[in-house]
């Protein structure tokens, strides 16, 4: 008889069991309690658990603490796979999103480190009679687009001598115009002035004359070397460092180390005086057929004045205006080449900074790309965080509904329910913190709050939609087989 009993309850569904019902077909007899019922008519007649008032089951008392966190550990622990997820998911996101924001730190930072020391050099493409007045030139150093000005003058009524005396009888002392022109030419030796002697045998460096490579070089006097080409005595007393020519040391009989001097004269076409500065030959340059003697510009500027024409001119503009070079190249413009002046026949000002402006322009695309994915980037997260929460937590109804029949109201069931992917997910941002430590990549204060609030943000929320759609159902419907 038991034997049978137990079959005839296993062949009935659960849900039927627990509601009451019995198998559709079952022609049994009578149950005990409809015997009871008849003997004692006072027994209500059960028909399901729907018909039954809704209750709950108190819970006992006192809602332990730390009897929820233990069953919430115990549940991340029970289900590996989703709480890998969760935390891999966080873990992601914060990476991805701390990538871009380091991205975009190193590359504004690797544009500003152009801008503060890229050296942008401005050259000048003029007629070859042209030249530059002095005032200019000043205006230029004394204006704040401009670092360094680097130049070049020229004085044609000069020459090279071993001796004062005997020269008026040649030269007609007092009339430059009295002086026959084969004759000038045979006597004079022109001066060039250079501000930078390395710069100047660089630029000088490769010279091709007949299919040779005539290179310019400079035989120094020994202890002396290109940075010492320099010259600071306004009163012309000290003796002026002079580089010549083969062709100069030739004609005049003067060697390397020689104290010898140089006659000139101011003016060009008028009567003027002439003067002698004693001058130390320093060096000789290879150039035999240049009958030019090189001095320091600042010896010439002393030596010439306010009548000096500068025939070379390079710039190199202020690192600290590299960001404002359009407002650099007008003012230039405005100096050198839109001022009328006599002589001043500059035809373009030409900027060699095409190196920054590529580089800075390529960077600035990249930059621009970043900043206009950082913040869709930070919405994907926020969107992909609230879903995945909304999932993982549905995922959850069988544990909704052993507390829920244990007796625990729905708010403490969704306080559970939440904690669970809350705490996974506070465990993939410390991961995820932890690791940018040790990389080295850094957030500000707002940075990090802001990307970390949002992402939690959009767990919690996912987490109390996904825990209130659960606890909205009965116990029995979460307990139902979804096939």
Known sequence: MIFFSTLNILRRPVLEQLQGRRAKGYKGGKTNFSLAQEQNPSIATFKSFDSLPSFEAKPQAGFVFKNACAFVLKHIVRSPAKSILGLFVALLFIMALAWLQETIKRTEDNIDYLFDNTIVRVEFYTDSASFYARERIEMLENSRYVADVARQANHNLAFVTNTRDGWEAIIGFGHTQSINYNIRNEIFNPLTGISDLDEFIDLHSVDLVGGEVLGLEIDFIDGFYATMFVYDDAELEQLVPLIISPSIAKQRGISIGDTVYIGYTELTM?????????????????????????????????????????????????????????????????????????????????????????????????????????????????????????????????????????????????????????????????????????????????ELLLITGMYLGSAIVGSVVGAIIITAQSPLQLLQVRE
Request: with cysteine; glycine share 6%.
């Open 270 to 446: 008028t009567s003027a005086e002439w003067h002698f500065v004693p001058v130390l030959v320093v060096g000789i340059h290879n150039q035999y057929t240049i009958t030019t003697a090189f001095v320091p510009l600042d010896a010439l500027e002393n030596m010439i004045g306010i009548f000096l024409q500068y025939t070379d001119l390079r710039l190199t503009v202020d690192t600290a205006v590299n960001r404002d070079l359009p407002a650099a190249r007008n003012y230039i413009e405005r100096i050198l080449v839109q001022t009328p002046w006599i002589g001043l026949w500059t035809r373009e000002v030409h900027f060699l900074d095409e190196e920054l402006r590529n580089v800075v322009a390529a960077m600035a695309q990249m930059l621009l790309l970043m900043e206009l994915l950082y913040p869709v980037a930070l919405v994907f997260a926020v969107i992909i965080g609230a879903v995945l929460s909304i999932l993982l937590t549905l995922r959850l109804e069988k544990n909704a509904a052993v507390m829920r029949v244990l007796g625990m109201d729905k708010l403490k069931t969704r306080i559970v329910l939440c904690a669970e992917n809350i705490v996974v997910c506070l465990g993939g941002l410390a991961v995820a913190l932890f690791i940018l430590g040790i990389m080295g990549w850094g957030f500000g204060v707002y």
